[in-house]
């Protein structure tokens, strides 16, 4: 499993494209989430600082890093797909399998990077949140602290779920400009599919089905804060409240899409001519 | 002899009635060789021919429709097996944006080899002083030459070799051939696929030749054709000489071109027992050669024959 880790990660470390892309996927979120903790001086009109919404105290904090920070995941799926597109490009997904490496083991390689680079990012915006949280937060109790850590987790997976469609994506079409186009399409074809079932059908079974799809699995594994954070502030309209808790079967389905789509990419290369 | 045969020789690689069809066409037809340890093999036949299908197959990169293939003795996955392979097909296919160096220390990780082996089998190309540069400024010549320390990074049992020489000068020609007689001088085995004659028949020892995915002929390059030679003659009788050899039963076939007569013979005769003959017939030659058909003229009449 290292020996596979470390095959794609010379690929990727050695290619200046895919090197800035990491670099920028992991200090973006970051500069975001720093420059919105410091204080932001309009020309002496007025400050604007978002730690004194709240929005930085414990537990909600967890939500909401996590969720601003899964916005730029688009960075590192325009690696995944470009590291299938090079590999076909290059020929060099021929030359591997000549070489002696076997066709699971080029997926494995492929998709323990996609692991390992989440978690790396699962555990430099946890680290993160945490130091923020206590710089900020009027709570410091562990009990608090750490009551809804389990976004970090819904974060790890939804990146899994998300870059594991990348790499099946650029497996299907072999080049990443395409891979892009068909996730963007697969976007649109998952509102259609929604907006036809809402007509058809009715709301509960058109929000049923469309809990299942791919891309609004992983949505919904962290919902937006926007609304909760207003719900902070005005407690008493009851009629804002919705379900933004992590739940174990929104993990199981994403998990399961994961799975598919691994598979999936297997397949689609096992029975490919190269 | 054959007991004998199958206790000398080891099998690197077993191929039987391999099939492989892409749509309506079949590409390979019910391809059964062996090659064994220790000898150099070539792969003959035209463009299209199914020399490339047939080892991609057995490397992994194209799935066969029918039949079997093992590597060695048939107890290693074929992943495993080609760790202890070498190959190269058609052009040299490395990550343009790594070094020389890089893309080895790559092929070393895949193939589970020590990266000391880097310096040394560049060093055997020429390419030692240019390990630093990166592929995609390589010649299609050296990248060629990079390619083969590759396949010879962990010292394989076999080296596959699929058109090594296509597309390059005749400089970089020269050098890669030099590299493969020296490699098959050290005892490596080479399979190498080539639709030139003469690179096949300079390096190898025995043949397999295909023609549209089928198997013509596979054995020793020397007993490809059963063939006792021919003379080629020239005399002022023509007329006469034409017909003592139509008469003569040692004469399989006379040809015509212009002055020069091609005589083949169905059983072994020397030059000079022939020139003995044709004085006490009294016919003076001006012109006699004995020859044996060059692989090429062969390979022609194989085909050909398989054709009619």
New interface residues.
Partial sequence: MLRLIQLELQKLWLNRASKVLIIISFILPFTVLILSSIKINFFGFFTLELGELGIFNFPIIWHITTFFAAQFKFFFAIVVVSMIGNEYSNKTLKQNLIDGLSKKEFILSKFYTIVFFSLCATILIGLATYFIGLYYSSYTEASIVFREVEFLLAYFVKLVGFFSLCLFLGMLVKRSAFALGFLFLLFITESIIYGLMKWKLSDAIADGINNFMPLQSMWNLINQPIQRIAMTKFPEKTDMMYDYAVHWYEIAIVLGWTAIFVFLSYRLLKKREL | MDILKSINLEPILTINNLTKK?GYLTAVKNLSFTINKGNVYGILGPNGSGKSTTL?IV?????KTQGDFHWFDGNI?T?????R?G?I?E?P??????SAE?NL???C???GVDYNKIDEKLDVVGLLDRKTHKFKTYSLGMKQRLAIA?ALLNDPEILILDEPTNGLDPQGIHQIRQIIKDIAANGTTILLASHLLDEVEKVCSHVVVLRKGEKLYSGRVDEMINSHGFFELKTEQHQELISILESHPNIEKVKEEGELITAFLNQSMSASAFNKLMFEKGILLSHLVKRKESLEEQFLQLTDHQEN
Avoid: C, D, E, W
Avoid at chain 2, 59 to 63: E, F, G, P, R
Avoid at chain 2, 79 to 83: F, G, M, S, T, V
């Fill in positions: 892409f991609g490397l992994n990169v194209v799935n996955t992943h495993n097996a080609l760790k392979v190959a097909i052009r296919n490395f990550y343009p944006y790594m890089q220390k790559l092929v990780r895949i193939k590759s």
